[in-house]
C-alpha cells in the first residue's frame, strides 16, 4: 500500500513538473473558403520538436463540406436563440471577458497578427455576438504584443480569418484559468439557460 501511495505521488509530482514546462507554438493560419496553414511546436526545453498540418486533408474533398454546411443551415434557430439568450445575461459577459483577458495575458506573444471577420447571417444576432466580441477586440487592440483586426459582417454568414505568429505560455497556468471558469456559478447558469432556450 505504501509503495502504491509512493508511486501514485511520484506520478503527480512529475505531472505537475511537465505541465510546468513552456510549451512555445509557431502557426501561420489563414481560412477562406477552407482552412490552411501550419503549426510548430517546441517543448521540453527544445528536445521536443513537432510539425504538422492540421488542414491538409480537409482541402482535399470539397463535396462533403459543401453537404455539411447545407444540413448545419437548416437548423440555425434554436442554437442562435440559445446563444444570443446567454450573450444578453450581463454578469455572464463579463465573467467570460474577464477569463478571456487572464487567459490573454497569461500567453507571451510575439510577431503575432490577427485579422477575423465575423457573421452570423443575420444582423440583430451578429449585433448581440458584437456586443460580446466588440469590447474584446478593442481591448486586444490595446495590445503592443500582437496586431488584432476584428470585423463585423452584418449581412452574411461569414467566418474569415489570417493569422500567424509564435506564443508560449505554460500548460499549468491555462487549466488553472479553465478550471476557474468551469467550476464558476455564473457560467453554469448560462449554460443552464441555454439548455432551456
Known amino acids: 500500500m505504501n509503495a502504491f501511495l509512493i508511486g501514485v505521488f511520484a506520478f503527480l509530482l512529475l505531472l505537475l513538473f511537465l505541465l510546468a514546462l513552456p510549451i512555445k507554438i509557431s502557426f501561420q493560419v ?11 511546436l517546441r517543448w521540453f526545453f527544445g528536445l521536443v520538436r513537432v510539425r ?8 482535399e474533398s470539397t463535396e462533403p463540406t459543401s453537404k455539411t454546411k447545407k444540413t448545419r443551415q437548416k437548423k440555425p434557430g434554436k442554437k442562435k436563440t440559445g446563444v444570443i439568450s446567454v450573450i444578453r445575461q450581463r454578469a455572464f459577459r463579463q465573467r467570460v471577458i474577464r477569463f ?3 487567459f490573454w495575458y497569461a500567453i507571451h506573444k510575439d510577431d503575432m497578427k490577427l485579422w477575423l471577420r465575423l457573421g452570423l447571417g443575420d444582423p440583430a444576432a451578429t449585433g448581440q455576438l458584437w456586443a460580446v466580441v466588440g469590447p474584446a477586440s478593442g481591448l486586444l ?9 476584428i470585423e463585423p459582417d452584418f449581412l452574411d ?3 474569415e480569418l489570417d493569422s500567424h505568429g509564435t506564443v508560449q505560455f505554460v500548460p499549468l497556468r491555462l ?12 457560467v453554469w447558469r448560462g449554460v443552464s439557460q441555454m439548455r432551456k432556450a
Request: overall charge positive.
Open 30 to 40: 489563414s481560412r477562406y473558403q477552407v482552412f490552411q496553414g501550419h503549426i510548430k
Open 52 to 59: 504538422f498540418n492540421p488542414f491538409q486533408v480537409k482541402t
Open 100 to 102: 478571456l483577458r487572464r
Open 141 to 149: 487592440a490595446c495590445n503592443r504584443e500582437i496586431q488584432v483586426t
Open 157 to 159: 454568414s461569414t467566418f
Open 175 to 186: 487549466i488553472g484559468l479553465l478550471a476557474g471558469l468551469l467550476l464558476s456559478p455564473t
